[in-house]
């Protein structure tokens, strides 16, 4: 049975710690700042209670996955005895790499290292680590607690044994694998989105259909639950737009440049469900039935 510690306690690293403990497994976490910490703490209370209430899990189930999900103190004490440490810090090379550099010297070389990064391939943060046969990608999706897949990617040092272990880490929580078996920026899942949101907003700029018009184009032809204008507004424009800045600033591809459109909405601050306007607009009417 595996030992979990996951470091950086932000929406994705609390989710990910516990789903790990509601599927049986000892987990620590940890984060840089207390309140993050804190907030992790309430957050999976708040969870537990509402399955509760739901009567996904029993009063006894709720218990046992609070007992098994400690919040640690310091990186130290979160990635003592772990087999598994998750990395799901801030998305910034430098303070990723010091961590990784820490993990290397804290924790045996038969622990995997894994980050949860969307774009920093887990090869560039092996450079720094001793062993980094055991560094790799485990990529979760937002949000973990509902979304099944996890993408292993590897990179040509990692050994077959940590690959067989990746994967029954997988198994052992009750996710979905898929192995990415070379690095590529974006993974599987993000390349395909990409793909698709990419194309909706040529044919957006083109004037060939307008965006509720190919929101339903994908839904009812394509079978998709939500088509790429409302899944952008609700995973956040700037994330959309950010990610593809990077990509494109790291790799010069074409096909990764972001959108004019993408690039407008982006610098004036419409950046979906969260500022009220994205592609769509979800502001409130004021109290004259006035938007604003
Ligand atoms: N948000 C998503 O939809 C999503 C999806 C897949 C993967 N990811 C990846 O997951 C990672 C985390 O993303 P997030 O959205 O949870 O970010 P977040 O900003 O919500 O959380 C990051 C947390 O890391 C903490 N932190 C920073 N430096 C630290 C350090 N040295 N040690 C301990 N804690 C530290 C911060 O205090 C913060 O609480 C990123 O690498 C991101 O690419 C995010």
Redesign the pocket.
């Known amino acids: 049975m595996n030992k979990v510690a996951v ?7 609390r989710q990910i710690a516990l789903h790990c403990a509601i599927k049986g497994l000892d987990v620590s976490l ?4 207390g309140e ?1 910490l804190s907030g992790a703490k309430e957050f999976s209370e708040h969870y537990l209670a509402s399955r509760v209430e739901k009567n996904r899990l029993t009063a006894g189930e709720r218990d046992a996955a609070a007992m098994r999900l400690r919040f640690a103190s310091s ?1 130290e004490d979160c990635v003592n005895d772990a087999t598994v440490v998750i990395e ?4 910034e090379f430098q ?1 990723k790499a ?2 990784f550099d820490r993990l290397g010297k804290l924790c045996p070389p038969s622990t995997i290292l894994a ?6 391939v887990a090869s560039r943060l092996a450079d720094v680590t001793l062993a980094p046969e055991r560094v790799i990608n485990l ?4 949000p973990v607690l509902v979304m099944d897949l996890v993408e292993v990617v590897l990179h040509s040092r990692v050994s077959p044994e940590v690959e067989r272990n990746a994967l029954e880490f997988c198994r052992e929580i009750g996710r979905t694998s898929i192995v990415v078996r070379k690095e590529v920026p974006g993974f599987v899942v993000n390349r395909i989105y990409r793909a698709l949101t990419r194309e909706a907003m040529n044919l957006l700029e083109g004037g060939f259909a307008t965006a509720e018009d190919i929101d339903l184009a994908v839904t009812r032809g394509l079978g998709h639950p939500m088509g790429p204008f409302h899944l952008m507004d609700a ?1 956040g424009v700037d ?1 959309s737009y950010l990610a593809r800045l990077d990509e494109y600033q790291q790799t010069g591809d074409e096909l990764a440049k972001p959108n004019a459109i993408l690039e407008k909405l982006y610098r004036e601050g419409r950046w979906g469900k969260k500022t009220g306007y994205g592609f769509f607009d979800y502001a409130e009417p004021d109290d004259h039935g006035e938007h604003a």
């Open positions: 470091v950086g306690a932000g929406s994705m690293g940890f984060d840089l700042s993050v990186v799901a810090i801030i998305e303070p010091a961590l980050t949860n990064s969307s774009n920093i990529h979760f999706f937002n995973a994330v």
